[in-house]
């Protein structure tokens, strides 16, 4: 089987494809660019290098969110309509659950983490069990402080991912104190391979009814859901 990975959920570009067991090609940037107009292109070029063609894929794997909520928009929209064009499997994957896939060789708990601003944070927590990535608390909004806390609370070490990690390296080592490990530079970009790898094990889903998860509203949106009621 190969399968397409594609993550445009943040300021990381990540393409990838995987051969069964083997990534035979993978694109990353980090950079504040517009996706719209790098994502194709990428795409194009590494099928290309792969000596591939769309035809050539059997399974379409994407990065759903939460993340930019343009971002994740572009990466659903472009892996809706391939999927739907080559009518081949798509599976949608949590973008902080390919993050945390980076933590693989880290005993104790990880928490990858995208800055929401307004000391709020998108987040979650994943462990490795048996070289599985086990989901122990669901992706979430909420304040770092809060979540901090409640990491506090289970006495374990925590390595945090992303690459706003340094956003908030200052309040995360103040609460946590040696309970907490930043990962190193080279483990705060999302891996497309790593969000591949993850789709792959997982059961497709109807190419309709995928949708993004932004995990909270826009903040235009709920102001206007506001003013309905």
Same mark, same amino acid.
């Given at each position: 089987m190969r399968a397409l990975a594609i993550d445009t959920t943040n300021n990381v570009l990540g393409i990838a494809i995987l051969e069964a067991n083997k990534v035979i090609g993978e694109y990353i940037t980090n950079l504040k660019k517009n996706h719209s107009v790098r994502a194709m292109p990428a795409i194009e070029q590494l099928l290309k290098e792969c000596d591939l063609t769309p035809k050539d894929l059997d399974k379409i794997v994407v990065?759903?969110? #939460?993340?930019?909520?343009?971002?994740?928009?572009?990466?659903?929209?472009?892996?809706?309509?391939?999927?739907? =064009?080559?009518?081949? #499997?798509?599976?949608?994957?949590?973008?902080?659950?390919?993050?945390?896939?980076?933590?693989?060789?880290?005993?104790?708990?990880?928490? #990858?983490?995208?800055?929401?601003?307004?000391?709020?944070?998108y987040t979650g927590l994943y462990r490795y069990?048996?070289?599985?990535?086990?989901?122990?608390? /669901?992706?979430?909004?909420?304040?770092?402080?809060?979540?901090?806390?409640?990491?506090?609370?289970?006495?374990?070490?925590?390595l945090f991912l992303g690459n706003d990690v340094s956003i908030h390296n200052e309040l995360i080592k103040e609460i946590l104190a040696e309970k907490a490990v930043i990962g190193s530079m080279t483990l705060h970009n999302p891996r497309p391979s790593e969000l591949g790898m993850i789709?792959?094990?997982?059961?497709?889903?109807?190419?309709? =009814?995928?949708? #993004?998860?932004?995990?909270?509203?826009?903040?235009?949106?709920?102001?206007?859901? /506001?003013?309905?009621?």
């Open positions: 990065a759903t969110g #939460p993340g930019s909520y343009t971002g994740v928009r572009i990466g659903v929209s472009i892996a809706k309509t391939m999927a739907w =064009s080559l009518n081949i #499997p798509i599976v949608g994957v949590s973008s902080l659950e390919a993050l945390a896939a980076n933590g693989k060789f880290f005993n104790g708990v990880i928490s #990858p983490l995208f800055d929401a601003r307004r000391g709020q944070v069990s048996e070289d599985n990535l086990v989901t122990i608390e /669901e992706d979430c909004n909420l304040l770092l402080t809060e979540w901090l806390e409640k990491l506090k609370e289970t006495g374990e070490q925590v789709g792959m094990k997982k059961i497709a889903t109807d190419v309709h =009814s995928l949708v #993004p998860n932004y995990i909270r509203l826009a903040e235009a949106e709920a102001k206007w859901l /506001e003013q309905q009621k």
